[in-house]
């Protein structure tokens, strides 16, 4: 299909060069829900709120599926919310994971409905009541899995996660997290906490086995963003998971692809330029304009949809054709509109000649 695609890119990014001057075209957060029901990504927390405690099960399955159990006691002091909002990344850099079965609770009896919803390059899971407000000490228990976490290599199998994610915006007083691994004993399990930004990551501060297919560790006093990541190493076959998934880059254009869009850029301010001077009759047909518009916007289109119909909207990349593409798009637009242009002011002129 790219292939295709890169053909036709070159195809119309040469007709556009050639177009202006007259050739034939065929030459060429994680955080609060507030009491409007939105999630805090700007304004700061109410002073004193916090996350006594954050629990996490991780619980490797032999199919290489992770089953998370996260129960998060969230202390509100005093202030009215819907709930809370949990955001669980399923890309990073350019690798995707998969976040599915989402099941929410609350052993409080907070409400807990869970709504969610792709944002950007996270899963946004909003727990709590549309219609219902809470406060003080309330205690949610949200469930998901976690698919293409785990990195075939020579001889092992890499599972790296981070078990609380870097969006919340209050202080967690302590952080228990117990992996559950399948199977042999693993060769290694670690744990690190902290952020880059505050002074580095350092080991968990505890580390207890229980048996040889469970760990638990403890860490206290994370501030807002930081992080709890595990890293677990299991003997190559214990579990049979598919190769990571991967995106293309956002950008994934060359050079000749830049080329191409500069060429139609110039293409436009050329056309443009011409306008001014030349008669619309002796501008290049209107109809080399609509092709090269139309085929612009196509090569676009059709390069932004192999990404989402392959992944999802948020996995978008633009490559040489859609710059290609918009190239052409830019240079039919600019003709198109001088034509209309010339046209007008040659018939006002008439108009006024007449008058």
């Known amino acids: 299909m790219r292939r295709v695609l890169w053909a036709m890119a070159v195809a119309v990014g040469?007709?556009?060069?050639?177009?202006?001057?007259?050739?034939?075209?065929?030459?060429?957060?994680?955080?609060?829900?507030?009491?409007?029901?939105?999630?805090?990504?700007?304004?700061?927390?109410?002073?004193?709120?916090?996350?006594?405690?954050?629990?996490?099960?991780?619980?490797?399955?032999?199919?290489?599926?992770?089953?998370?159990?996260?129960?998060?006691?969230?202390?509100f002091q005093g202030r009215k919310e819907h709930g809370i909002v949990r955001r669980v990344p399923y890309r990073i850099d350019n690798r995707l994971y998969g976040i599915r079965n989402v099941r929410t609770s609350s052993s409080t009896g907070a409400p807990a409905r869970a709504e969610a919803s792709r944002m950007l390059h996270e899963v946004r899971i909003r727990v709590g009541g549309r219609h219902r407000m809470v406060s003080g000490r309330q205690a949610y228990v949200i469930e998901y899995d976690v698919t293409g976490a785990m990195t075939p290599l020579p001889g092992r199998v890499e599972f790296r996660w981070d078990a609380i994610g870097t969006g919340w915006d209050v202080p967690i007083g302590e952080v228990s997290v117990r992996v559950e691994l399948p199977g042999p004993a693993p060769l290694k399990v670690t744990c690190r906490a902290g952020a880059a930004g505050h002074g580095g990551y350092t080991r968990c501060g505890g580390r207890r086995e229980d048996g040889p297919s469970a760990i638990d560790f403890t860490q206290s006093g994370l501030r807002p963003h930081e992080s709890v990541l595990i890293r677990a190493v299991l003997p190559q076959g214990?579990?049979?998971?598919?190769?990571?998934?991967?995106?293309?880059?956002?950008?994934?254009?060359?050079?000749?692809?830049?080329?191409?869009?500069?060429?139609?850029?110039?293409?436009?301010?050329?056309?443009?330029?011409?306008?001014?001077?030349?008669?619309?009759?002796r501008l290049p047909a209107r109809w080399t304009g609509m092709f090269l518009a139309v085929t612009g916007a196509l090569a676009?289109?059709?390069?932004?949809?192999?990404?989402?119909?392959?992944?999802?909207?948020w996995a978008v990349s633009i490559g040489d054709p859609a710059l290609a593409g918009l190239g052409a798009l830019g240079a039919g637009a600019a003709l198109l509109i001088t034509i209309r242009r010339r046209r007008t002011a040659e018939r006002e002129t008439v108009e006024d000649q007449r008058a």
């Open 14 to 75: 040469v007709s556009s060069v050639v177009a202006p001057f007259g050739l034939p075209a065929s030459a060429a957060v994680t955080g609060r829900v507030t009491g409007q029901g939105q999630a805090t990504a700007g304004p700061a927390p109410h002073a004193g709120e916090s996350i006594p405690t954050y629990d996490v099960v991780l619980r490797i399955r032999s199919d290489g599926v992770v089953r998370v159990r996260e129960t998060i006691t969230y202390d």
């Open 238 to 281: 214990a579990v049979q998971a598919p190769p990571p998934r991967y995106a293309r880059p956002h950008f994934d254009a060359s050079w000749p692809g830049r080329l191409l869009l500069a060429a139609g850029v110039v293409a436009a301010l050329a056309v443009a330029s011409a306008g001014r001077t030349v008669r619309a009759s």
């Open 300 to 313: 676009v289109g059709v390069d932004i949809a192999d990404d989402v119909l392959a992944h999802d909207m």
